[in-house]
């Protein structure tokens, strides 16, 4: 009666793995379909100028995208590289078009990997610049301590990240918010940093080389009534990076998908309006180590959480 007995508590076990097995498997299968088609793929953009003009350039590129990925795509304007970060985080963006610090943020936070980045003039990596008003009597680097900083976000690799560690370097000083500026305006974008500065309320702002050609046609003498104080190191240019949520299939069709835009005068246009891309490449996560080195100076400085 016993060997009985056990012989049934063994069946019964052997028929729960089974079927345990078989719910870890329909439940593997279903996250795997899941990740292979996302029911929608959200695009996440900050405006190096006007919002609403971005969120009408890049309508085309979501459309196209759309065909090539067969689900519906979206580009969502959003208003800091900090908030791109973070909905890539919670995973709400899939696509993030970030310059290189925020890259380096959300890769360090979220895992998120670069998988292309642009290319302008034929090279993959540009300068930051120190813009000032001509009548500003502001004529060296030296002659900015105490003034007012416009910067576009402190995310921004070209706005923040690489002047801010070249005037620590220059300067010695730990925390060049603190210890260097008077004040420090956020502005939320590469030209409305430029505008702090036509407007008076800032005496010197931090950008891409040279942000200020966005802004010709709303303010024709930005070129006179501005100059150049100098520009900063080199600096890998911005990426298209994922969230690592998403299958390996689906990251390969959409960085194939990007790729072929370089054969699609339309859709290069429209990189081109939106960020001034002249053609997507590849990238790796090396590419930034420059930018993770630069950060790597004065983490303790920078509060990422709240960013």
């Known amino acids: 009666m016993k060997k009985v007995l056990s012989l049934v508590l063994l069946l019964c076990f052997i028929f729960m793995l089974a079927a345990c097995g078989s719910e870890e498997g329909e439940a593997a299968e279903t996250k ?20 609403d003009k971005i969120a009408d350039t890049v309508k085309p590129l979501a459309d196209k995208l759309s065909e090539e990925l067969g689900v519906p795509v979206e580009g969502k304007v959003m ?22 610090f925020a890259y380096v943020l959300a890769e360090e936070k979220y895992g998120v990997k ?26 060296s ?5 105490g003034k007012i900083w416009a910067i576009p976000d402190v995310t921004s690799t070209s706005g923040f990240l690489f002047p801010a560690n070249e005037l620590m370097e220059k300067f010695d000083v730990k925390d060049v918010q603190q210890d260097f500026f008077s004040q420090t305006i956020s502005a939320g974008g590469h030209d409305n940093a430029v505008v702090a500065l036509l407007d008076g309320n800032a ?21 006179e009534d501005t100059k150049i104080l100098g520009y900063t190191k080199w600096i890998p240019n911005d990426t298209i990076s994922l969230i690592p949520d ?62």
């Open 32 to 51: 795997n379909d899941k990740e292979a088609s996302p029911e929608k793929i959200v695009m996440g953009f900050v405006p190096s100028q006007d919002s």
């Open 79 to 100: 208003n800091s590289y900090s908030a791109v970060v973070e909905g890539m985080g919670s995973g709400q963006i899939q696509i993030g078009f970030l310059p290189a």
């Open 114 to 139: 670069v998988a292309l980045k642009s290319e302008r003039y034929g090279s993959d990596k540009y300068r930051a610049q120190y813009v000032v008003r001509k009548d500003s009597g502001i004529n």
């Open 141 to 145: 680097l030296e002659d900015l301590e």
């Open 203 to 223: 005496d010197v702002a931090t950008t891409f080389e040279d942000a200020r050609e966005d802004l010709v046609k709303e303010y024709p003498n930005v070129m």
């Open 246 to 307: 998403l299958s390996d299939d689906m990251k390969e069709k959409i960085t194939k998908a990007f790729l072929s835009f370089n054969d699609d005068d339309e859709m290069i246009k429209v990189m081109n309006d939106v960020y001034s891309w002249d053609a997507i490449v590849e990238a790796k996560d090396e590419d930034y180590q420059i930018v993770r080195d630069t950060y790597k100076k004065f983490k303790d400085t920078i509060n990422i959480d709240d960013m």
